[in-house]
């Protein structure tokens, strides 16, 4: 089965929690803090396998998790990283923020891999908060959680030539002819459910052999979702030519060409920019002849490359294996990832304490990259730990922020996933 569109669920690894020990060895008095670091958590990563051709591999698993971060012990020891799961997709995956429908990267090129789920980092041991007035710190940091979304993985196939045209117009059977693919065939229309794909032996002599992709039978509307062809227009994007097979013996050939024209222009007017060719197909049909010499002068008149073939007889086919050498590059092109070559979408986080604050119904959220890491891995169990955290807020200008914006007692406030009960005086309490 042909699989390029699936939608999975992907959570990187927690880092792991640091450790709040102390060091307790005979004959060392008052030993101090020793524990180590959570180790950061694996992450979520995407990686171009030229051995694949379909998203089939997620038909049935959508859900995909990292391995977390080990916690910190003693005697400053740090948690073991987690390993990082990597999933393998075919080269022309797209890969889509579902939520948002932001493009997170296009991967194209063999081995070519991006991280779509990054890791927390581990939470510090106690060690790294003593100072010379408080020595015997009980607070670490939890560890940081791992990203997790909803991705859309689209395959968009990377052929050099793509077949295009109305359903029945003989694109498969082409195919065929050109090719040792053998695709299903039948005289009736959208016999063709899938793209199929086949290799042009040109027989020159820098032994160029371009793939070719029958992409299934468009019709009028289908850059707006009508028909079968619309899910797979994308897999005529990355092409370098573009074959544009018309029925000539249908009722009207030329409104058949029309419509694929418009079709493509709809979807993306760049597609009418690539090198084209359209194949008058069934030519040995009495309709067809008799509607040759006027499609054939129309396609003059527009500068448009046409010449009159049969799928079925071999008629022509010569003729278009060579107006293919002409236009494809050489074997040394032909080698490389076709344009674009891929692109990773690197977000930075942004620097800096900056926060935001709204009210909502009877409680408060503060936004905040910053400040909403600090709650996360705030142990609110630990006094120290919450008291600490009390001096984040002071000091971020959040406290100030919340006590303008009319703060009360009781009040419920959300820091990320954090939901904690405003009470001045038991922020004190914790902080003597």
Known sequence: MFLDRVK???RAGGGGDGAATFRREAHVPRGGPDGGDGGRGGSVLLRVDPGLTTLRDFRYHHHFRAEPGGRGTGARRHGKAGDDLVLAVPPGTGVVEDATGELVADLVASGQEAVVARGGRGGLGNVHFATATHRSPHHAQKGEPGEERWLRLELRLIADVGLVGLPNAGKSTLLAALTAARPKIAPYPFTTLEPNLGVLELGDAE?????IADVPGLIEGASAGAGLG?????HVERTRVLVHVVDGSSRDPEWDHGVIREELRLHDPALLAK???VVFNKIDEPEARRAWP???AARRAEAIRCIAASAATGDGLAVLRALLGDLLPDAATLAAEPEPTGVV??????????FTLEREEESFRVH???IERLAVQTDFGVDESAARFQRDLERLGVDAALRRAG?????TVRIGGVELEWGPDAWEEADR
């Open 294 to 296: 006027a499609f054939a």
């Open 8 to 10: 999975i669920w992907v």
């Open 230 to 234: 619309h899910a797979f227009l994308r």
């Open 275 to 277: 090198p084209l060719v």
């Open 368 to 370: 905040g990259r910053r």
């Open 207 to 211: 032994d160029r052999r371009p793939t």
């Open 407 to 411: 703060v009360r007692p009781g009040d």
């Open 345 to 354: 979408i690197h977000r930075l986080e942004a620097a800096g304490d900056g």
